[in-house]
């Protein structure tokens, strides 16, 4: 089995900074893809951040330039810098990866996701 463990959510003031980190463990043969959706009350889930193996990143347009996501392949754990914290940013956030658990079959997998709050 395959788990992912997310951790560093919390309470924030407006402007403040978070540190968010998930670390994959299990019967891993590979990892594709490492991201970060985040689901606030009453709306869809939706991406923040992604990085393929290969360092290659995606953002959604509404973090860019205050959030930098970032993984260490050797330890499969992924982490989310959040910066200039807005009250807007307030959701519970999920790790997800994309990966494999032998030669041939890919899967998605999720955290059980840490809450983070902004307060304005």
């Known amino acids: 089995q395959v788990q992912l463990v997310e951790s560093g959510g919390g309470l924030v003031q407006a402007g403040g900074s978070l540190r968010l980190s998930c670390r994959a463990s299990?019967?891993?043969?590979?990892?594709?893809?490492m991201g970060w959706y985040r689901q606030a009350p009453g709306k869809q889930r939706e991406l923040v951040a992604a990085?393929?193996?290969?360092?290659?990143?995606n953002y959604a347009d509404s973090v860019k330039g205050r959030f930098t996501i970032s993984r260490d392949n050797a330890k499969n754990m992924v982490y989310l810098q959040m910066n200039s914290l807005k009250p807007e940013d307030t959701a519970v956030y999920y790790c997800?990866?994309?990966?494999?658990?032998?030669?041939?079959?890919?899967?998605?997998?999720w955290g059980q996701g840490t809450q983070v709050t902004v307060s304005s």
């Open positions: 997800n990866a994309y990966l494999r658990t032998n030669l041939y079959n890919s899967y998605d997998y």
């Open positions: 299990g019967r891993i043969f590979s990892i594709d893809a």
């Open positions: 990085i393929t193996s290969g360092g290659s990143t």
